[in-house]
């Protein structure tokens, strides 16, 4: 071409926990039968959608605005709502015009990070999670910054890690965290939240609080908003309705913005923000309208209650499990529903793999786990031995070498099948 039209940071579009799909769909048609173990995505691993809710979006289709444009911040009766929501948390006070809608998080995620200035880089989690990373290398055109989870102290962050890597690297503009976790599942308690909201008070940055999870945090856990944390520092917290309702397939999720007010730079990203969206007209409508029905029925909080207590049980099923496997840490999550695998020591990069019994897939897992990390070796074999789809963590910005898997099967026997496979597998694998 006359020009060169690829964008500068083309080669950071990373998103491992769907490219698996493509080298799973290939065994498959050789004849494996795939555990998809790679996505978070509730119902469709069976977690039926609550009769309830469902009634709730049967009303919303019989209503002619459902099938309107709404306003491109997002539903102002729900924005309103939302903001109140905020504001009984009792920190951080906000009006309807700090929420603005999205078509889910990942929307939300890729148009933060387009207009964010190039120069202005956000420092994240190590385990991280890809659109976060992604959107972070690609809209800088460098690899993604990270700080260290440490799978040692529960995944919990370096904090003096976070001081020095801000102090020293001037061109970082904010602080990314995901709370609870994806993938390690691990949560933050309010002391730690606070001292990173004063780390990014220090330093002039704003913060960046992924709150997908927040309503699954497991009963013995505590952890709080970014907006009861925030003081006047300037922040955003990310929310959606994929996991908790759950409806993923909604794509609808919402920032809250803080102290937009109290930084004049700030104020004006947020409002290209806005204007950004303007462009796109708005998001989708009817699932925003489901919102406030949803959140103030009075079955919401039993709901969620039960579903935190259910990941919880799997959680410790699976760590009880797994923990009988020598060579690997395995940290029972504080919430969410994914649970992170770490290999003590480093894998085998080449090598024979263990046997397989399908000959044509045992073909195929050798020619692709040829140039690979050793960790994606462990995961293509097996996927090819068991049919397990899982996700390495080397596609979670890390060098610690392992993979993630979630707990999200609902049928009982299934997932400590599945658990139970997945134990042998890493044993053999490691010729324990
Ligand atoms: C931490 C985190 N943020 C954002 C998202 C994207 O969510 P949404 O369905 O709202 O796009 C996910 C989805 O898995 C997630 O795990």
């Known amino acids: 071409m006359r020009r060169n039209i690829v964008h500068t940071g083309a080669g950071q579009l990373r ?89 889910g998080l990942g929307d939300a995620v890729s148009t933060l990070f387009a207009h964010l200035r190039r120069e202005a880089r956000i420092l994240g989690p190590s385990p991280a999670y890809s659109s976060l990373s992604s959107a972070e290398a690609s809209h800088s055109g460098y690899e993604h910054l990270t700080s260290r989870l440490d799978p040692n102290n529960g995944w919990q962050p370096d904090l003096e890690d976070i001081r ?18 994806n993938p390690t599942g691990t949560i933050y308690p309010r002391s730690t939240l606070a001292e990173i909201v004063n780390i990014a008070r220090e330093h002039d940055l704003f913060v960046l609080c992924d709150e997908t999870y927040t309503n699954i945090v497991y009963p ?69 309208m489901a919102i406030p029905r949803v959140f103030s029925d009075s079955r919401y909080p039993g709901h969620l209650k039960h579903r935190a207590a259910m990941f919880s049980k799997r959680a410790d099923e699976a760590v009880t499990i797994l923990s009988e496997v020598p060579g690997i840490t395995v940290v029972k999550p504080g919430g969410a529903f994914y649970l992170t695998v770490v290999f003590n020591s480093d894998l085998p990069d080449g090598g024979p793999l263990p046997p397989i019994s399908n000959a044509a897939v045992a073909e195929k897992v050798t020619e692709i786990t040829a140039n690979v990390a050793p960790d994606k070796r462990f995961v293509y074999w097996l ?46 694998y490691l010729n324990i």
Request: aromatic share 8%.
């Open 383 to 428: 996927l090819g031995a068991t049919g397990i789809c899982t996700v390495p963590l080397s596609g979670f910005c890390t060098e610690l070498p392992g993979f993630r898997v979630t707990l999200l099967e609902n049928d009982d026997e299934k997932r400590r099948g599945t658990f139970e496979t997945l134990a042998g597998a890493i044993g053999t």
């Open 164 to 181: 020095l890597k801000v102090k020293y690297n001037d061109s970082i503009a904010g602080i990314l965290l995901i709370n609870p976790d």
């Open 15 to 103: 998103y491992e926990i769907r490219e698996i799909v493509q080298t799973a769909h290939v065994l498959e048609k050789l004849g494996t039968r795939i555990i998809w173990e790679n996505i978070g995505d509730p119902i469709q691993k069976g977690e039926p959608m609550a009769d309830w809710i469902k009634e709730i979006i049967s009303s919303l289709v019989s209503e002619n605005f459902s099938y309107a444009y709404t306003a491109t911040a997002g539903d102002p009766e729900t924005r309103a709502y939302l903001a109140d929501m905020v504001n009984t948390r009792g920190g951080a006070q906000i009006g309807p015009d700090d929420i603005l809608f999205f078509n």
């Open 220 to 288: 013995e856990n505590k952890t709080a908003s970014l907006s009861e944390v925030i003081g006047d520092t300037p922040g955003i917290a990310l929310r959606s309705i994929s996991k908790e309702f759950p409806w993923p397939g909604a794509r609808c999720g919402w920032m809250e913005v803080f102290n937009q007010d109290k930084d004049d730079v700030f104020n004006r990203y947020i409002t290209s923000l806005l204007e950004a969206k303007r462009l796109e007209v708005c998001s989708t409508t009817l699932p925003q």
